[in-house]
């Protein structure tokens, strides 16, 4: 109930319709027991939550300890759960209206296409640098954490290397000649009753793997790789590389690598590589209310 805590839990108060309409919750924690945290909201007319932290364990988590005692501080937690904005030492006056104004700035960029997505590309020219193992498990990780039907997890993923990545190499289409540069290049495989298989001939596995690989695309282009998916490639020659069983599907191989010389593709290639994004109208693949309509979501 010092004068500091009382005049910015009263200012985050006032402006709450401000955060909740940024779908933001706002809440306080303090050494102090709940009892005592109860008053003081019930005092003060206090509509934010608060919380009661006797042994300073989430405090401490945070780094807003010193000397025993806690520091005033401010974190801004995206739905992620990663932190995106803090201050520690916070000075009272107009504190609130500092936060909102960041968080306001933090949700207009996240409500943008997020920049992976809109930087992925199918790029061809990968250098010939190697990617530790550590790098592609990671990507495998992002992969293995995508949604599936009833959590079958359909996805099998083969990592070629030594002898299997250059007798894969050898699968490839001449269109893929560029890919025999990369360092690495996983097969994805899979097949039809290791996922629902509903009315409608709707045999999942095929969604599920392409979701999977999805996450691993966007994975990477964050930590700056290529990975560019292929279906140009002899699928029996690719089983007896990587000693696939014969029931299973290779549905497409992913290519992985760092960027490399564009110098070293084809004249049609190099112009792909850096030209334009080309899409086909928005409208021409995703209708509003019936198949086919062409309404900007108008209703109409």
Same mark, same amino acid.
Request: with cysteine; hydrophobic share 40%.
């Given at each position: 109930? =010092?004068?500091?805590?009382?005049?910015?839990?009263?200012?985050?108060?006032?402006? #709450?319709?401000?955060?909740? $309409?940024?779908?933001?919750?706002?809440?306080?924690?303090?050494?102090?027991?709940?009892?005592?945290?109860?008053?003081?909201?019930?005092?003060?007319?206090?509509?934010?939550?608060? *919380?009661?932290?006797?042994?300073?364990?989430?405090?401490?988590?945070?780094?807003?300890?010193?000397?025993?005692?806690? *520091?005033?501080?401010?974190?801004?937690?995206?739905?992620?759960?990663?932190?995106?904005?803090?201050?520690?030492?916070?000075?009272? /006056?107009? !504190?609130?209206?500092?936060?909102?104004?960041?968080?306001?700035?933090?949700? =207009?960029?996240?409500?943008?296409?997020?920049?992976?997505?809109?930087?992925?590309?199918?790029?061809?020219? =990968? $250098?010939?640098?190697?990617?530790?193992?550590?790098?592609?498990?990671?990507?495998?990780?992002?992969?293995?954490?995508?949604?599936?039907?009833?959590?079958?997890?359909?996805?099998?993923?083969?990592?070629?290397?030594?002898?299997?990545?250059?007798?894969?190499?050898?699968?490839?289409?001449?269109?893929?000649?560029?890919?025999?540069?990369?360092?690495?290049?996983?097969?994805?495989?899979?097949?039809?009753?290791?996922?629902?298989?509903?009315?409608?001939?709707?045999?999942?596995?095929?969604?599920?793997?392409?979701?999977?690989?999805?996450?691993?695309?966007?994975?990477?282009?964050?930590?700056?790789?290529?990975? !560019? /998916?292929?279906?140009?490639?002899?699928?029996?020659?690719? %089983?007896?590389?990587?000693?696939?069983?014969?029931?299973?599907?290779?549905?497409? #191989?992913?290519?992985?690598?760092? !960027?490399?010389?564009?110098? *070293?593709?084809?004249?049609? !290639?190099?112009?792909?590589?850096?030209?334009?994004?080309?899409? %086909?109208?928005?409208?021409?693949?995703?209708?509003?209310?019936?198949?086919?309509?062409?309404?900007?979501?108008?209703?109409?």
């Amino acid at each position: 109930m =010092t004068q500091g805590c009382t005049r910015e839990d009263q200012d985050f108060t006032r402006r #709450l319709p401000d955060f909740a $309409a940024l779908r933001a919750k706002v809440a306080g924690i303090s050494p102090d027991p709940p009892e005592r945290l109860a008053k003081f909201r019930e005092r003060y007319g206090l509509r934010i939550t608060l *919380l009661a932290d006797p042994e300073l364990e989430p405090a401490a988590a945070y780094g807003a300890v010193k000397d025993g005692k806690t *520091l005033r501080s401010t974190f801004i937690i995206d739905p992620t759960w990663t932190i995106r904005w803090y201050e520690r030492g916070v000075k009272v /006056p107009r !504190h609130a209206e500092q936060v909102l104004s960041v968080l306001r700035e933090i949700v =207009t960029a996240d409500r943008e296409l997020d920049p992976a997505i809109r930087f992925r590309r199918a790029y061809r020219a =990968t $250098a010939d640098e190697p990617v530790d193992k550590a790098t592609v498990e990671r990507l495998l990780q992002a992969a293995h954490l995508s949604p599936s039907c009833f959590n079958n997890q359909p996805w099998r993923f083969v990592v070629a290397e030594g002898e299997s990545l250059t007798a894969l190499k050898e699968a490839l289409t001449g269109g893929n000649y560029w890919a025999k540069r990369a360092p690495v290049i996983l097969a994805v495989a899979s097949k039809p009753d290791l996922d629902c298989r509903l009315a409608g001939g709707r045999d999942y596995f095929l969604f599920g793997c392409g979701m999977a690989v999805g996450n691993l695309m966007i994975q990477a282009t964050r930590m700056g790789l290529i990975a !560019h /998916p292929i279906a140009g490639f002899d699928p029996e020659k690719v %089983k007896e590389a990587l000693r696939i069983l014969e029931e299973y599907v290779v549905i497409a #191989l992913v290519v992985v690598g760092y !960027h490399g010389d564009p110098n *070293l593709l084809s004249d049609k !290639h190099k112009t792909l590589e850096y030209g334009p994004r080309e899409r %086909k109208p928005l409208a021409e693949v995703a209708f509003w209310r019936y198949f086919g309509t062409k309404e900007a979501g108008n209703g109409k």
